[in-house]
């Protein structure tokens, strides 16, 4: 590789940076609007489940009450998961946390592995209860 390529990607890399923070920061409208997606009792199925995968792409605090709101919804558990593990705000393992003692079967096992996945070592002590009690059915996850 040639000192003029490493340099070429060195500025595209260092670019990149405030443009990303710029865009999760600066765009109250577009969180606004997902927020509205998200919460809205009329949209779409597939319009919520862009939203969310916008979500995961703003990682903004904001986003995170109305995506908590999913973790317990059959379709949308998933994507909802998937963005609060994008945004980097102590919120969104809150969220994920406080929604172990509501979620079952494999949402609730989804909730443990997104905690893992956050790398989560406030959830210790959830997951123990849960790992000792079979009846919610995810002591293989929360071991």
Known sequence: MTLKVILLAFACF???????TFAADGNAEKTR???????SPVAALQDKARACR?????GTAALVPALAALLADEKLADYARGALENIPDPSAAAALR???GKLEGDRLVGAINSLAVLRDAGAVDALQRIAADPARGAVGAAL
Do not use: D
């Open 33 to 39: 609007q997902l927020i509205a997606t998200l919460q």
């Open 14 to 20: 260092t670019l990149s940076i405030p443009v990303r």
């Open 98 to 100: 406080s929604a172990l």
């Open 54 to 58: 916008q979500a995961g792409e703003f």
